[in-house]
């Protein structure tokens, strides 16, 4: 069994910064890609940011400049800083990864359970 768990949300002033952080656990074999999804009221869930096993990285266009996705593989880690921070950044963000168990030998989506990140004055 693998769980996912979040952490480093909250409220902060727009300008401001938080830093969240995805640790995956259990019966893991190997990570593919990591994310971060984000969801407002009412909205879609999209795609925020990713990053490669590789290290590569892409970023949704609202956030470009402005996040920066990282992971520790030895931790089994994700993290997303977010800077300048702005009320529309305001959403439930998800991690996601996309890993094998050493029961499973194929990879699957997985998902954190959510943080909420609020942005206002």
């Known amino acids: 069994q693998v769980q996912l768990v979040e952490s480093g949300g909250g409220s902060v002033q727009p300008g401001g910064s938080l830093r969240l952080s995805c640790a995956a656990s259990g019966s893991i074999f190997r990570i593919n890609a990591m994310g971060w999804y984000r969801q407002g009221t009412g909205g879609e869930r999209q795609r925020v940011a990713a990053?490669?096993?590789?290290?590569?990285?892409d970023y949704a266009d609202p956030v470009k400049g402005r996040f920066t996705i990282s992971r520790d593989n030895a931790k089994n880690t994700v993290y997303l800083q977010m800077d300048n921070l702005k009320p529309e950044d305001t959403a439930v963000y998800y991690c996601?990864?996309?890993?094998?168990?050493?029961?499973?030998?194929?990879?699957?989506?997985?998902w954190g359970q959510g943080t909420q990140v609020t942005v206002s004055s």
């Open positions: 990053i490669s096993a590789g290290g590569s990285t």
């Open positions: 996601n990864m996309e890993l094998m168990t050493r029961y499973e030998l194929r990879f699957l989506d997985y």
